[in-house]
């Protein structure tokens, strides 16, 4: 039961790998090649349909949302506008390009999602009549330099066509993941159902394997009670041909023990004289041999005594020649010593590792640097070598230093003039209005026949104030509101 259980089990994780494996690279597809991936899937998309004759997702597995809500159908009228006019513009048709291919990475890079957007703006003005002149932004230069020379309603359509271009990117990408994870869950759902088809069939032929199974335990029973009444009739006899056996062995043992001891007494006495000379033979030849041996390893010995001496003073020459002696050391402490006292103050401070990471590594590369046979001029050279090095860093650092003071100074100078710069058309506009109102103010308290009576260079005035005033209280508070935050926005990224 145990071993069919598990081959029905190896063979539904068979049946599941290649479906899995199917939905899984579907599943993980990069949204940049989702165009690609389209076609390929619009190719493949039939085949699977035969094969698995046209598979139905039910009700409760459909992802695909209802374009329903405002935002998803304002979004799609204007993808399809934009594509509209890139039928009949070339702009325009890079453009929607340009966003289709790039967008995902439009999404990472703000640099080029603001010249998709600069590049549109110029589109549509070039389709207006190109009234106005707008900025080539190229890829080199800086998206800050292009806006920057931007009026005010320049900026409010760049900044308009900036942000329908982070709806339609995540519009687009939101189209795309909904049709591959509807692909994937198709092929998910068609491997299930093949799955399930073949599982019911795996569970008729288990219940037959199971069946035979049972059936074949049934015969070995019986077959292992055979074998067993017939090894018990096999013991039996080997008992009694094991008996026979011992009894025809002790005989013959008994034969040939006589027949051994007849030969023996008959060849002790030859053997006796034979044995004695060759004992005698045998020891002078082996004293001989044990004192040619012992000749040998003693020589043996001594040599790889002598070899051991030679190596281990070998080592021992070139070991003085690598070490650094006793004047090297208190030269090198004493090198560290000065360099730490001198980057001590601030304006040095930064050079202190430099000039210990010289000092370091100039005394671990000396062993390779300096030739075998070191000499007191190559010792000095050397050491003012390594000197001279330490000095040059510490002398930039010195040079190359900058206080906290003057670095806060510069700062504050720039930031200054950038205020002062952004600051000044609102001073204007202070001024204007304190000029207006001290104006209405004088207007009351005269009467209406010294206004007649003035000249008609005061009545210009006066006309001009009320002009202004009429053309305050028109304008739309949300033109303001607009254009005060565009100068605001616009400081700010001056500021930064």
């Known amino acids: 039961m145990g071993l069919a259980s598990v081959r029905v089990v190896f063979c539904v994780l068979l049946l599941f790998l290649p479906v899995c494996r199917a939905a899984w690279s579907l599943w993980l597809t990069s949204p940049s090649t989702a165009a690609p991936e389209k076609e390929n899937n619009a190719a493949v998309t039939p085949a699977l349909e035969h094969s698995e004759h046209r598979v139905q997702l039910p009700h409760r597995f459909s992802l695909r949302k209802k374009k329903d809500t405002r935002h998803e159908q304002q979004a799609a009228h204007l993808l399809h506008e934009w594509e509209e006019k890139g039928r009949i513009s070339s702009c325009w048709k890079r453009a929607v390009e340009a966003l289709k291919e790039d967008c995902s990475s439009l999404r990472s890079d703000d640099g080029a999602r603001s010249r998709l957007a600069l590049a549109m703006a110029a589109c549509d003005a070039a389709a207006d009549g190109g009234r106005r002149a707008w900025p080539h932004c190229v890829s080199e230069t ?51 159902a093949a799955a399930s088809e073949t599982l019911e069939a795996l569970q008729s032929s288990s219940s037959e394997l199971h069946l035979s199974v049972q059936r074949a335990a049934e015969q070995q029973s019986i077959n ?30 008994r034969i040939v023990r006589s027949l051994a001891d007849a030969s023996l007494h008959l060849n002790e006495l030859h053997t006796t004289l034979d044995e004695s000379t060759a004992q005698a033979a045998a020891a002078v030849r082996d004293v001989a041999r044990e004192a040619t041996e012992f000749q040998k390893r003693i020589e043996l010995h001594a040599s790889g005594m002598l070899n051991v001496l030679e190596r281990i003073e070998i080592f021992q020459r070139r070991l003085l020649e690598k070490t650094i002696g006793l004047n090297e050391m208190m030269r090198a402490a004493v090198l560290l010593m000065v360099l730490l006292l001198l980057t001590v103050p601030s304006r040095t ?20 640097v300096l030739p075998v046979p070191r000499s007191v001029v190559g010792n000095n050279a050397f050491f003012a070598t390594v000197v001279f090095l330490s ?14 003071e003057y670095t806060l100074r510069v700062l504050l100078r720039n930031e200054i003039h950038y205020a002062m710069t952004d600051a000044r058309l609102f001073f204007m506009e202070d001024i204007r209005q304190v000029l207006v109102e001290v104006l209405d103010a004088t207007l009351q308290r005269l009467d209406k026949n010294d206004v007649r009576q003035r000249r008609p260079k005061d009545n210009s005035l006066l006309f001009a104030v ?31």
Request: glycine share 4%; aromatic share 8%.
């Open 142 to 192: 800086r998206v800050r330099r292009c806006v920057d020379h931007l009026d005010d309603a320049q900026y409010l359509v760049y900044v308009q066509y900036r942000l329908h271009t982070d709806v339609l990117c995540l519009y687009i990408q939101e189209e795309a993941f909904q049709e591959r994870t509807e692909m994937a869950v198709q092929a998910l759902y068609a491997g299930a």
């Open 224 to 253: 292992l009670d055979e074998t067993r009444n017939l090894n018990d009739q096999l013991r039996e006899l080997r008992s009694g041909q094991s008996v026979a056996f011992e009894s025809l062995r002790g005989s013959t043992e």
């Open 391 to 404: 000095g040059a860093i510490l002398v930039f650092f010195a040079c190359a230093y900058r206080s906290p």
């Open 349 to 368: 401070a930064a050079a202190r590792r430099p000039c210990m990471g010289v000092v370091t590594l100039a005394y671990a590369l000396r062993a390779f």
């Open 466 to 496: 009320e002009e202004a005033n009429t053309n305050e209280a028109h304008t739309p508070v949300a033109a303001a509101k607009v254009a005060a935050k565009v100068t605001h926005r616009r400081s700010r990224s001056r500021l930064r």
